[in-house]
């Protein structure tokens, strides 16, 4: 029989080879993404180059054509032309001819070199997308032995169902800090590289084509900017509303049901019913992830167009209630990663509460929340 010693040893040497193993696919996932951005760049400037030489190319071709007829004509009537006429004209169509090969060779090896970068971008994309996955589930995995089994075991009634909620409460942590990291990656973090790449195109447009067209691209550099800084607020306030702390829970779900609209097109009609008084911190802060969670739900998966919000504090509870008129679903029905539904049960029994979903396939979905409001809170 192994001794605790052994055990230890055995699960100190699996997470040291865990840890090595998710650093290694990170540096990979970084490296990875390193060149991505370099790669991407180079395949800007390509892709200028290659607009420039068809350019070339196009004027190349006419020269080449008029002097090829210009060659023809004294061809056919060679008697009237002195011999260093002839020469001159014979050379200058070489020269053109020769001038155009070059140009359309270079052109060739411009496009197949987009093309290769192109590629090597999509394995690229492919790569980074894995190592992040893998480095996701290691996580999991190591957050999972970190944990002191022996005191999980002893303290659960039932190990089995409460091991897998706590690997599903991890992953869902790792997965919503992986959905950060793509949407500032996605987002702010792309708009300033390119922000960047274009700021030092300014100055060749200058020299290139005049202050009008580089003052054009700088009020082009100005619209990325405030994109990409709407877009960081929206992170932030995806985050922790800070309106919550200062104004309360009504006035910033109203708030955050208007940007809910504006960026997904679904109508919401939100009504309040009460006085508006200010609750306990973690109240707030639970009601206003219950609804943002709900409406989330509602984009991802119900296919609705409109959605009914109703909050109303009565003497002893707080009610809320999210309908909406999409597809619908059947309860019985098991699905894998439903995470959002057991999130928000975990929230309402924290607070005591209650929490009902009615729907059925094709007829909608209503979430009824109530949630007892005590002196002591």
Partial sequence: MADPQTLDKIIDKT???VGKSREQIFEISEQSRNEYVSLEQELQEVRMKVAEIIDQSDRAEVHARFARNRLAEVSKQFHRYSNEEIRKVYEQANELQ??????????QQLRDRRDAIERRLLNLKDTIERAEELVGQMTVVYNFLTGDLRQVGEALEDAREKQAFGLQIIQAQEEER?????EIHDGPAQMMANVLLRSELVERIYHDKGIDEALKEIRDLRKMVKSSLAEVRRIIYDLRPMALDDLGLIPTLKKYVKTFEEHTGIFVDFKHIGKGERFPEHVEIALFRLVQEALQNTRKHAKAS???VKIEEQKTKFTVVIKDNGKGFDQTEKKEGSFGLVGMKERVNMLKGQLVIRTKPNDGTTIIISIPITTEE
């Fill in 178 to 182: 992986r959905k950060l990291s793509r």
């Fill in 306 to 308: 409109h959605v009914h």
């Fill in 98 to 107: 020769v001038k155009l090969a070059l140009l359309q060779q270079e052109e």
């Fill in 15 to 17: 997470l040291d080879t």
